[in-house]
């Protein structure tokens, strides 16, 4: 019988004063850490001491940990590689620093550029009468052809897509364009900006010419620079995959397959050059094998959102209930437990990896109340609760306690 390894550190994600579920509420989820930023900070500019641990009080009063920031946003400049670029990468440097100082250890974080996550629609009715995330793939080819009108916009998506697309577009009342407009653009939790059609047709321009492997070797610059700071200040980096996990609007997107994963892993070959590792982000390509991901890639796993997406046709998916969709997680959950003991047994410190669940369902109560959309409070607390006992089922199955 194998013990004393520590259990994942369940957590939270928690948008401070924009949260409508309180600290308080989330004690009584059972997490123990927060994840959370200091949103109110305008991206590129330095995360002070004081303002960090500011922050850090408040949740400590509650009884709660800050375990992981989720995120410091990196800027549009740094994924383009122009103007004061190389400023904003010295003031993430030194965010990192006031980080450390402060005891605050894993940093996750993105690289996709302009949209962070996207879905085309936030109240899907599922056959419970709960409401999920949706991203249809003809919704968001309907508002690429005929709102945004770009223009090589048909060269996106094959011709089956285009025709659904337009007969998408013909049901729509102007309502529903308005609705699907800001859905996509108006910018969805944890994304620090949203943009107005012309705002986001002109950084569509800016991004002209910038190829996939451009916007790799941007990043691979941006990690080069930044994680021996990270080192110094001893923060592991866990970088967020793309979701969705695929190129939107001409745009490339560089960290969607286990090949991207392990190619910015080899760039900078350290513990503090980690993943987030997104089952629903990297779940929604059926490509993508969580569990070997897991095998493969799992010694520089830093951060873990748990969460199942269901596979439509082509590209489309909605959000799962977290043990349900075409995720296998209870597969994925017993590869992170082996991964657990294998950092035990090499006498690594970070057993407890910290872990959230990603998203939920608005349902029962969550109804009547204010949310953001993939973040209501017991649609997560369900998830966490099936997450929960998925671990200890599967520890005491190993006699792991």
């Not at 957590?11 to 004690?27: C, H, M």
Request: hydrophobic share 35%.
């Amino acid at each position: 019988m194998i013990r004393d390894c520590k259990k994942l550190e369940q957590t939270w994600r928690w948008y401070g004063n924009y949260d409508s579920i309180s600290l308080q509420e989330i004690v009584q989820t059972g997490a123990t850490g927060i994840v959370t930023a200091l949103h109110h900070i305008p991206i590129g500019d330095v995360w002070t001491t004081e303002e960090i641990e500011k922050r850090k009080k408040e949740i400590e009063d509650a009884g709660l940990r800050w375990s992981v920031v989720e995120s410091i946003p990196v800027h549009e400049d740094i994924k383009r590689q122009i103007g004061n670029y190389e400023n904003y990468i010295e003031n993430y440097k030194e965010s990192l620093k006031n980080l450390g100082k402060c005891g605050i250890k894993t940093v996750c974080y993105n690289f996709m550029p302009v949209l962070d996550w996207t879905r085309t629609d936030l109240e899907y009715e599922t056959a419970d009468k709960s409401t999920a995330l949706r991203f249809e793939e003809s919704a968001l080819a309907a508002f690429d052809l005929y709102i945004l009108q770009r223009s090589a916009a048909k060269s996106s998506y094959p011709e089956q897509v285009i025709q659904e697309a337009e007969a998408f577009y013909k049901k729509l009342s102007s309502k529903d364009a308005e609705i699907l407009t800001d859905t996509i653009l108006a910018g969805l939790p944890g994304s620090e900006e949203g943009y107005s059609l012309d705002e986001f047709k002109e950084m569509l321009k800016s991004y002209k010419g910038i190829t996939a492997n451009d916007l790799k070797e941007h990043l691979y610059h941006f990690l080069k620079e930044v994680i021996p700071a990270a080192e110094q200040a001893g923060i592991k980096m866990a970088i967020h995959p793309d979701d969705p996990p695929f190129p939107l609007f001409g745009l490339p997107r560089v960290v969607s397959t286990e090949s991207d994963a392990k190619s910015l892993l080899d760039v900078v070959d350290s513990v503090h050059n980690g993943l987030t590792f997104c089952t629903g982000s990297y779940g929604a390509r059926a490509d993508n094998d969580l569990t070997g991901m897991v095998k493969r890639l799992g010694h520089r796993i830093n951060f873990i959102h748990l969460r199942s997406v269901q596979h439509e046709s082509g590209k489309s998916f909605h959000e799962a209930n977290h043990l349900e969709g075409s995720a296998d997680i209870p597969s994925v959950m017993r590869a992170i437990i082996e991964e657990q003991l294998n950092r035990k047994k090499t006498g690594r410190d970070d057993t407890d990896i910290p872990m959230r669940p990603d998203h939920g369902h608005k349902m029962l109560d969550d109804m009547n109340k204010e949310s953001a959309p993939g973040y209501s409070l017991i649609g997560r607390l369900r998830g966490l609760a099936e997450l929960r006992g998925l671990e200890t089922g599967i520890r005491n199955t190993l006699e792991i306690h």
